[in-house]
């Protein structure tokens, strides 16, 4: 079993960067890959990031490639993400998500177990 909880979330300009920290519990973190995920107000959610556990392979949605930057720290079970130059479009809130051990991390949601109770994140112009 994982548990996750993320923060950092917060009311910032538009050009502006804010680090989210997704901290798990459970012995199992280091052997999942985990992603991100947003949700705005009327919207699905949608797939941010996601990295490997074996290698730190990483992968960005279009919309945030070169802005965005996933990363772990499978000794403090805690996966981050940096968000520089925000765009008000960014507004949403944010989930970290953990497959189960083992598995691969996709783009779709229904790849990932374990999800965190969400950051929000909102980006004025």
């Known amino acids: 079993q994982v548990q996750l909880v993320e923060s950092g979330g917060g009311l910032v300009q538009a050009g502006a960067s804010l680090r989210l920290s997704c901290t798990a519990s459970?012995?199992?973190?280091?052997?999942?890959?985990m992603g991100w995920f947003r949700q705005a107000p009327g919207k699905t959610r949608e797939f941010v990031a996601a990295i490997r556990r074996i290698g730190g392979f990483s992968y960005y949605a279009d919309s945030v490639l070169g802005r965005f930057t996933i990363s772990r720290d499978s000794a403090r079970n805690t996966g981050f993400l940096q968000m520089d130059s925000l765009k008000p479009e960014d507004t949403a809130v944010y989930y970290c998500?953990?497959?189960?051990?083992?598995?691969?991390?996709?783009?779709?949601?229904?790849?990932?177990?374990?999800w965190g109770q969400g950051t929000q994140v909102t980006v004025s112009s």
């Open positions: 459970g012995r199992t973190f280091s052997n999942t890959d």
């Open positions: 998500a953990a497959t189960l051990p083992g598995a691969t991390a996709t783009r779709y949601t229904s790849t990932y177990k374990y």
